[in-house]
């Protein structure tokens, strides 16, 4: 018989927000610097990711821009 795998759903989806970051990527360069992440991090840095993206997405449209640059981060 086949194993059944067991499916994890993103943190994020509780938001009802696409994951944008990375999570092994993330947990690795905390692990880099000697520190642990707990499992809240990488949805909580998503909603920060999106905050920054709001926010610079509204700086750029003041600006009468449709390109998102460096400066509106």
Not at 7 to 35: D, N, Q
Not at 46 to 62: G, S, W
Request: proline share 3%.
């Amino acid at each position: 018989m086949a194993k059944k795998k067991a499916t994890k759903k993103p943190a994020a989806k509780k938001s009802g927000k696409e994951v944008l970051v990375v999570a092994s990527k993330v947990k690795a360069f905390v692990r880099s610097k000697g520190m642990m992440s707990s499992s809240d991090s990488i949805a909580a840095l998503n909603d920060k990711v999106y905050c920054l993206l709001e926010k610079a997405i509204c700086r750029t449209q003041a600006n009468r821009r449709s390109t998102v640059k460096p400066q509106d981060l």
